[in-house]
């Protein structure tokens, strides 16, 4: 079941493209503060799933409700990224950095709707900064000039600065080294655990998901395969695709994502 309070959910999710179905009526919710992770095989339509609801693929679906804009809608699902309360951290952190503006400028544009003054601005980019442990000197910095893991921690400040109720992330830590991966995966729990902000999360990565997830969403050949909270995903799987991603996630010895790597 579901839980109760929730910020954001969604019934009956389609996207067809192309004379394909590529989702077919997938159904979840998160509540705030919570983390959800979308779990699946490539093709499996996680990344769709999250283009879908900021509006960069047609859908449809039954209803979605956005709590706090007071969203309750059937039909087209309209862009997500249109709503104040939601922000999205992308895979390729340099891919989603313009390269010719600082990253203070980048993170700054997230508060382009508020009528606060470039002093202001800058305060509260600075205290962004902070925030993702980048010291004051990457504000004047390039995307150039910094490494993928400063760059996803820019995108990440980003995303929070306007303290959005909910954000998307498509594999965040793909892109990053294994120790990186596991400071900035602390560091994003962290700053969820204190802003609370609810996450959805696209990851292939179970261990992941077994460390931080509040509840996990299988998705397999764009349908709804397991919905259930993380404690009983992992002890009693919803079905034999999940329970088999999650024996081999075991046999490989990836479920401890918060171990130190060597």
């Not at 039909?75 to 895979?91: E, H, I, K």
């Not at 609810?198 to 292939?204: G, K, L, M, S, W």
């Not at 969403?217 to 999940?242: H, I, K, M, T, W």
């Amino acid at each position: 079941m579901p839980p109760n309070n929730l910020l954001f959910h969604l019934e009956g999710l389609c996207v067809d493209l192309g004379g394909k179905t590529l989702l077919r009526d997938v159904s979840f919710g998160v509540a705030a503060a919570e983390m959800v992770c979308v779990i699946g095989e490539s093709g499996a339509g996680k990344s769709t799933l999250l283009k879908a609801l900021q509006g960069f693929l047609p859908a449809t679906c039954r209803s979605l409700a956005f709590s706090p804009a007071k969203v309750r809608i059937s039909g087209a699902v309209p862009a997500m990224t249109g709503l104040p309360q939601s922000r999205w951290v992308m895979q390729d952190p340099l891919a989603a950095l313009n390269p010719q503006l600082t990253l203070g400028t980048s993170i700054g544009e997230s508060l382009h709707t508020q009528k606060i003054s470039a002093q202001a601005r800058k305060v509260a980019v600075l205290e962004a900064l902070s925030e993702v442990e980048l010291e004051p000197g990457f504000y004047h910095r390039l995307p150039g000039q910094v490494s993928l893991g400063q760059a996803q921690r820019a995108c990440l400040a980003r995303a929070l600065i306007a303290r959005p109720r909910l954000i998307f992330f498509d594999e965040p830590l793909s892109a990053l080294d294994a120790l990186v991966q596991k400071k900035i995966a602390r560091q994003m729990d962290a700053l969820r655990r204190k802003t609370q902000t609810a996450y959805i999360v696209v990851t292939h990565d179970l261990g992941f998901a077994a460390a931080y997830a509040d509840r996990i969403l299988v998705l397999r050949q764009g349908q709804v395969e397991a919905y259930q909270s993380r404690n009983a995903f992992f002890d009693q799987p919803d079905s034999a695709y999940a329970a088999a991603l999650i024996g081999a996630a075991r046999r490989l010895g990836t479920l401890d994502f918060t171990k130190e790597t060597a």
